[in-house]
């Protein structure tokens, strides 16, 4: 079963940017924060994953509070091409992706 | 680009006609995943291979089974497939030995089943 808590769905103006938050107030201590992406028809696409410290890569950032109960993933300026349907995903080292219904991001012009 | 290759992208079935969906990649991953995505759902998985140990999920029904021949290719079989097989099924790897990586997902296979 899935760990996190994330809205249904969101909007957000083009060239704004989109924080998408997710609730995982279980996380264990060897548990990472996974985000994917997933573009109408298409496979999921990994963004961004952390343990415990705030990372950017070029797409994303996340940010995990210092309790690692909640987590937000920042879009720094949301273009049409980012709706799509934004999974938080809790997993181990070695334990599979279990998906939970994730937030559909509707970025709007 | 190494990447993850699923065949057929559109697969028709009949009723109860067994059928297989290939995956294969290139990234030499030694994890490989079958997911299945029914419309407006989130993907579910099915099982999986850790090179050629395989695991399958409890509630993944017996219709469904899984071979890995080799590292590069993953296939997955249903042997009776019923009008609520039709989903999207989602070929999925990674390498779990070098630390924490992101999966790479294949486009999919979209099977309709008539």
Request: charged fraction near 15%; aromatic fraction near 10%.
């Amino acid at each position: 079963d899935a760990k996190t808590t994330q809205p249904t769905s969101m909007d957000c103006a083009e060239g704004r940017a989109a924080n998408l938050p997710c609730n995982h107030s279980t996380i264990s201590g060897n548990e990472y924060v996974y985000w994917y992406r997933q573009i109408h028809s298409q496979g999921p696409q990994y963004i961004i994953h952390g343990l415990k410290n705030n990372e950017t890569n070029e797409m994303a950032s996340l940010i995990i509070t210092e309790d690692r109960k909640s987590s937000t993933l920042i879009l720094p300026h949301a273009t049409l091409r980012d709706t799509a349907v934004y999974y938080c995903i809790l997993a181990t080292r070695n334990t599979p992706l279990v998906f939970g219904k994730g937030t559909r991001l509707s970025v709007i012009a | 680009d190494a990447m993850v290759i699923q065949n057929p992208r559109y697969q028709v079935t009949q009723f109860g006609k067994p059928v297989t969906l290939s995956c294969s990649q290139t990234l030499n991953h030694n994890v490989m995943y079958w997911y299945q995505q029914k419309s407006s759902q989130a993907p579910k998985l099915l099982f999986h291979y850790y090179d050629k140990d395989f695991n399958n999920e409890a509630d993944t029904p017996d219709n469904f089974q899984s071979r890995r021949p080799n590292t590069s290719f993953c296939f997955l079989d249903i042997r009776s497939p019923g009008l609520g097989d039709a989903a999207m099924y989602l070929c999925a790897t990674t390498k779990w030995d070098i630390g924490v990586a992101g999966y790479t997902f294949g486009s999919g296979t979209r099977l309709t089943v008539v």
